[in-house]
């Protein structure tokens, strides 16, 4: 690999770090599970009965 080449590859390697940084985060995953109980917990918190379809 010569020289030029070597330090275009080390440039995009560092921009792409750079725009991965400023990208938007996604939100973090819960599992079907997890939000069963939390709406449940809310539901029960705010004293109305869950609906279920």
Do not use: V
Request: no cysteine; glycine share 2%; aromatic share 4%.
């Amino acid at each position: 690999m010569n020289r030029q080449k070597k330090l275009q590859q080390l440039f995009k390697e560092k921009a792409k770090k750079a725009s991965a940084k400023l990208a938007p985060k996604k939100p973090k995953y819960i599992s079907k599970a997890d939000r069963a109980k939390l709406e449940a917990e809310a539901a029960a918190s705010t004293g109305s009965p869950a609906t279920t379809d």
